[in-house]
């Protein structure tokens, strides 16, 4: 969602500003600033639309300053509802909600502030104003302000009144301090920090922090200074550009074999799974386990629905997955052998994380993440983590965060199964089959071309069904997810089984309906299926085992697939969902990396 950067030099920060900015912009916005201060002035310059905009703007030059991304919660998109929002000396960026808002809002303007914007920010600019009229420097503000404000936040804070100082402070939503030589920096993301340092300092909850121009210190809710390991980011700045790709979407789509190798690398070992890639603590954790829950968001729920049939045919533990968004407004009833596993490509997803807190409120056996990063606040709460290890993924459509995510489950579930029975030479046969998948999805890139061409028959069309059995049923759901997600096409997911319960009214000769057939025993189930469409006139794009015995004819184009079984399908079956919406979308000419009113990292509820 949200970015924030930060910056004290002896420079002018607004190129480091703008440059950072534009490294958050695959989280989604729609609108953003700079506050910087220099010569004891505190200038303000916002836009709304992309940081191209503001740049144009021409933010005046500073040596100190905040910048902001927005994606918009309180308040329409609007200049004035932009951040940075300020009051008399201070300026504040924001990630979060504050849910006190309206109260606190009701009180400053008793005190005689004026608001200029709908946003639950500009009460914290006008709080911490207040503080320091009544005689408090920007640190003891903030000390003052924090327990009075009720939500999520990330904070960066500057006053023309102390110029070469900042405040950070962090609850709900990630923040990081970057070091730098005689330069320190801040960032909701290390990303944007890539073409300055490399040393960072993830915030722990409840923390606050100061940065100077060659120090910086961290306290905790009470206080109390603390210290914080610096780490060494391993990103660099060619990994988080297009290079020869049109969008990022594109390259993350055609990454994919080779995220899927280093999701495997130094897991297997002759042919079978090691636990040490789960860390110390697996083995005496996953002993306690007798059924899984996995909790998710988006495309990470269709991953975690995969995984659920794997878990239970396979390896023979209960399963549920479910949305994390509603799970723990039900207050659930959870098992004390219960593994909980939380799947997220950020580590951030606010209502993940939430969900994370709740189930470890009922002595759950164990903890698991599944994530792309490994500093994020899901990784550090959690007991394991399984890094997927995607690299970088900058367009808001997620892609290789899918696949990966379903190889990290594969291994999870493999290791149970091998506690509750599974030989040795099934679990060799199922590796192997996890070794191959990466080939087998280099294999089906090379339909690339002729997905472009069938796209075209889409580009018109308001509506698209998506179908598929078994596991392939949430990979239907996946793919039917990336079409409306960045062509804007409405189009929606059945278990293929449910159409003569309903769906099926839907179709007729201007109702597209893609399925996905792998060979398997719900084969001639699936073809079937397809019979009751064609039947009614529905048109038929079905993406099929080269083998399956379907072929092209009026209202029916097959789309022959490579090889794969039970474990390697709704990876293989879903690069090609990815790559005919992609081909859509660019037909259609949306914004393909950044789709109207999405964000890449929802660090809010």
């Not at 210290?227 to 297009?242: F, I, P």
Request: charged share 20%; hydrophobic share 45%.
């Amino acid at each position: 969602m949200c970015g924030i950067v930060g910056a004290v030099t002896q420079r002018n920060v607004v190129p480091i500003l703008i440059e950072g900015l534009k490294r958050l912009e695959y989280r989604g916005y729609d609108s953003a600033g700079v506050a910087t201060l220099a010569n004891g002035q505190l200038q303000v310059v916002r836009a709304v639309g992309k940081v191209a905009e503001l740049e144009a703007a021409q933010p005046k030059p500073g040596t100190t300053g905040i910048a902001h991304t927005r994606w918009a919660t309180h308040g329409v998109p609007a200049e004035r509802n932009s951040h940075p929002h300020f009051s008399k000396d201070i300026a504040v960026v924001h990630n979060g909600i504050i849910e006190n808002h309206e109260e606190l809002r009701d009180e400053l303007q008793a005190k005689g502030f004026a608001f200029s914007s709908e946003t639950d920010t500009e009460v914290l600019a006008h709080l911490l104003q207040s503080l320091i009229d009544a005689g408090d420097d920007l640190r003891a503000a903030m000390l003052k302000m924090i327990p009075r404000i009720h939500g999520a936040y990330a904070l960066a804070v500057i006053s023309a009144q102390e110029p070469q100082r900042m405040l950070l402070a962090r609850r709900g939503s990630p923040l990081a301090i970057g070091i730098g030589v005689g330069e320190m920096f801040a960032a909701s993301d290390a990303t944007a920090l890539v073409s300055v340092t490399s040393r960072i300092v993830y915030l722990d909850e409840g923390d606050l922090a100061e940065i100077s121009l060659d120090s910086y210190s961290v306290f905790d809710k009470t206080g109390t200074v603390v210290k914080r390991t610096e780490q060494r980011s391993n990103l660099n700045a060619s990994a988080v550009e297009k290079g020869d790709y049109r969008h990022f979407m594109q390259k993350e789509i055609f990454e994919q074999p080779v995220a899927l190798a280093n999701a495997l690398e130094g897991r297997i070992a002759n042919g079978r799974v090691l636990e040490a890639c789960l860390g110390p603590k697996a083995s005496e954790l996953l002993f306690r386990v007798k059924r899984v829950r996995i909790v998710a968001c988006g495309t990470s729920a269709n991953a975690g629905s995969v995984a659920q049939y794997w878990f239970e045919r396979i390896a023979r533990v209960p399963c549920v997955a479910e949305i994390a968004s509603e799970f723990r407004y039900r207050d659930p009833m959870i098992e004390p052998d219960t593994l909980f596993i939380t799947i997220s490509q950020s580590g951030e997803t606010a209502d993940t994380l939430e969900a994370l807190r709740h189930a470890k409120s009922k002595n759950i056996a164990a903890s698991l993440v599944i994530c792309n990063s490994s500093e994020s606040s899901l990784v550090r709460e959690s007991d394991i983590a399984l890094m997927t290890h995607a690299g970088p993924e900058r367009s808001v459509a997620s892609t290789k965060a899918f696949t990966t995510q379903l190889m990290a489950l594969a291994l999870v579930m493999l290791l149970l199964a091998r506690r509750n029975g599974l030989s040795e030479a099934d679990e060799r046969r199922y590796v192997k089959s996890l070794q191959a998948a990466p080939g087998q999805v280099a294999a089906a890139l090379k339909e690339d071309a002729a997905l472009c061409l069938l796209a075209e028959r889409f580009i018109h069309k308001q509506h698209a069904l998506f179908l598929g059995r078994g596991p392939m049923s949430p990979v239907a759901a996946e793919g039917a997810l990336k079409l409306k997600e960045i062509s804007y096409i409405h189009a929606e997911a059945y278990a293929a089984g449910e159409l003569k319960h309903g769906p099926l009214a839907l179709v007729d000769e201007h109702m597209p309906v893609i399925a996905v057939a792998p060979d398997g025993p719900l084969l001639e189930k699936v073809k079937s299926n397809l019979q009751e469409v064609k039947a009614r006139g529905g048109e038929l794009f079905v993406f099929a085992d080269r083998d399956a015995g379907l072929k092209s004819g009026p209202g029916v184009t097959i789309i022959a697939m490579p090889h794969g079984d039970e474990l390697t399908d709704p990876m293989l079956y879903t690069v090609p969902l990815q790559l005919l919406a992609y081909h859509v979308a660019c037909l259609k000419g949306t914004d393909v990396d950044q789709p109207r009113n999405l964000a890449k990292s929802v660090t809010v509820e």
